[in-house]
């Protein structure tokens, strides 16, 4: 496994080293010339070409039509960063580059900024190992709408033209957006691993993406407020204070925190009340659930009875440890109303609207596209 990830692990390096002349053209402006975005746009760029090519018929959908388009976007972008001229070297503390080659320029930049650039790297790793880990220890790795994903994955795949193969309906392609199965796809090729295990990273990838791009932003900002504060002399010291150290270090953590991780208040009312259907209450009796909960834990009688989707006329709920048998399910569908019943009006159904977190997708396993489309938000 650990050969597996950093195989993973090298492709989207790779990819982000070619797309970094690109990006820090078109992020120029930013302090860190954009390079929280360099992978997510090096594998953008790659499967974009790829695709087109694939479609308009000029070339098959493989390994080395993706090795190619990656070469042309490094292309672009060194073209692209010699016209913009050295302007990486414009940044405090680390001199005058001005007139140098772009080259010399970025090196020197990297140079500057190479704390910044490992605390980028090392989110990345630690990123996408932890989600593979996560990943490898779900007890149900191939349930719920898994297997679709996993068909429109190898049907890209074994595609060479596109639109790619519908896996059910012969002769046919794809009835769904299916651009970002196409890029882990991409990767897949790139990397050489079998169909099943790069499926397993591709989420892990997601994840590591989106990680690194939410620093990216915030990174962004600090740099971008902090310097504005300062005066010219303070900036060309381009020295931290203590509290601007720890603001950012710690507030790119926890923006990753609050948008990967962090969802709804469910889950702690699941603990409070020991009750996993807690959000389908009402108002009244989640009021009484929480006193329960917080004090003798019985059984809970609820005012009425209450029928409708997971549930069948339940009146008796009785609380459990859910700090141990913690309920993922409910937290994604937090959202319920009362619906008529056509078979008996007098009991309203209690019906919920999906309610789904970025760490409830990851955790699940469903690699969907509103998923897969986080790193690119």
């Known amino acids: 496994m650990v050969g597996q990830i950093f195989i993973w692990w090298f492709v989207i390096e790779a ?10 053209v078109l992020f120029g402006a930013l302090p860190d010339r954009g390079y929280a975005f360099a992978k997510t746009l090096g594998l953008l760029l790659t499967g974009y070409g790829a695709w087109l ?51 010399q ?27 593979a ?47 970002g199965y196409l890029l882990m796809a991409a990767v897949s090729l790139l990397s050489g691993l079998s169909p099943e295990v790069s499926f397993s990273l591709s989420l892990a990838l997601i994840f590591a993406l989106a990680a690194l791009g939410i620093a ?13 504060r300062r ?26 925190v609050l948008v990967l991780f962090a969802g709804n208040q469910i889950s702690a009312l699941q603990v409070i009340t020991g009750i996993k259907m807690v959000p389908a209450l009402h108002g009244d009796e989640l009021a009484r659930a929480i006193g329960n ?9 609820l005012d009425h009875a209450f029928k409708g989707w997971d549930f069948a006329g339940t009146s008796v709920v009785t609380p459990t440890n859910m700090l141990k048998d913690f309920d993922t399910w ?26 789904e977190f970025p760490f409830f997708s990851f955790w699940l396993g469903d690699m969907h596209p509103h998923v897969m489309a986080l790193p690119f938000g």
Do not use: K
């Not at 990819?15 to 820090?24: C, F, K, N």
């Not at 292309?75 to 140098?100: F, K, S």
């Not at 909960?293 to 809970?300: A, I, N, T, V």
């Not at 569908?333 to 309610?355: G, K, S, V």
């Open 133 to 179: 880990l996560a990943r490898s220890y779900n007890p149900n790795p191939w349930g719920t709408e898994r297997p679709m994903d996993f068909a429109f994955f190898n049907a890209i795949r074994r595609s060479e033209m596109f639109p790619p193969h519908d896996p059910w309906l012969a002769g046919f392609s794809i009835n769904y957006y299916y651009f």
């Open 293 to 301: 909960g917080l004090g003798e834990r019985g059984p809970l009688n």
């Open 216 to 228: 990216g932003v915030v990174v962004s900002l600090i740099h971008l407020t902090d310097e504005r």
């Open 53 to 103: 090519l694939a479609m308009l018929g000029l070339a098959p959908f493989s390994a080395p039509l993706l090795v190619v388009c990656a070469v042309i976007m490094a292309a672009v972008g060194v073209l692209a960063a010699r016209g913009a001229g050295a302007g990486h070297g414009n940044d405090a503390g680390q001199g005058n580059h001005i007139g140098l080659p772009w080259l």
């Open 105 to 131: 320029a970025m090196i020197a930049w990297m140079r500057a900024r190479w704390r910044l650039i490992l605390g980028y790297e090392a989110l990345f790793l630690v990123a996408l190992v932890f989600m």
């Open 330 to 355: 409910y937290p994604s569908r937090a959202l319920w109303d009362d619906m008529p019943d056509p078979a008996d009006p007098a009991t309203p159904q209690r019906r919920y609207t999906i309610t």
């Open 231 to 256: 005066t010219n002399d303070e900036a060309r010291e381009a020295r931290m204070r203590p509290s601007s150290f720890v603001l950012r270090l710690f507030a790119p953590i926890l923006a990753v």
């Open 15 to 24: 990819l982000g080293m070619l797309a970094l002349p690109l990006t820090s």
